[in-house]
């Protein structure tokens, strides 16, 4: 419940679907999608990012910008991402400007005919910030993911973690 809260803090409002399993035994949950959030009036990029453990944030763009995102060392992130639906057709470009390697998820690399579009970052091993810049046609929107320093703590800026 306290990652609803905080998801449900980070993005407004969202829809949230509950499975209840009451048998003794843990059992698996079907694996789902996750989207990313709608696009706004100001028709800045939103992004649903999928984090190896299956946690996930769902998270809106503002400034050409998103939020610094917390990151293990070498995760290989899922990157749902969502423009206007007037940038469909669009090619979109993945570049990791600061180490880690960004992929664009499907075949053609084009934004979809609803507006998506999805990639995958592995982030480097090493800590501190790794950003990828988004081109969309000419648009310019980066992605920011902070891997913590252990040995100076106090060196970590605030990132938001799933």
Known sequence: ???????????????????????????????????????????????????????????????????????????????QLRFPVNFAGATIIAAALDGGIASIAQDNP??????????????ASQPGLYRVLLNTGGVFTTLQFWVANSQSPSANPPALAP
């Open 1 to 79: 419940m306290k990652l609803i809260s905080r998801i449900l803090g980070l993005v407004g409002s969202a829809s949230v679907n509950c499975i209840v399993i009451s048998t003794g035994a843990a059992q698996a949950l079907p694996s789902t999608s996750i989207t990313a959030p709608s696009v706004l009036a100001s028709g800045n990029p939103t992004a649903a990012i999928t984090f190896p453990s299956g946690a996930f944030l769902q998270l809106r763009s503002t400034s050409d910008r998103f939020p610094l995102v917390a990151a293990d060392p070498g995760a290989s992130l899922n990157i």
């Open 110 to 123: 084009a934004i979809a005919a609803d507006g998506t579009a999805s990639i995958q970052f592995q982030v």
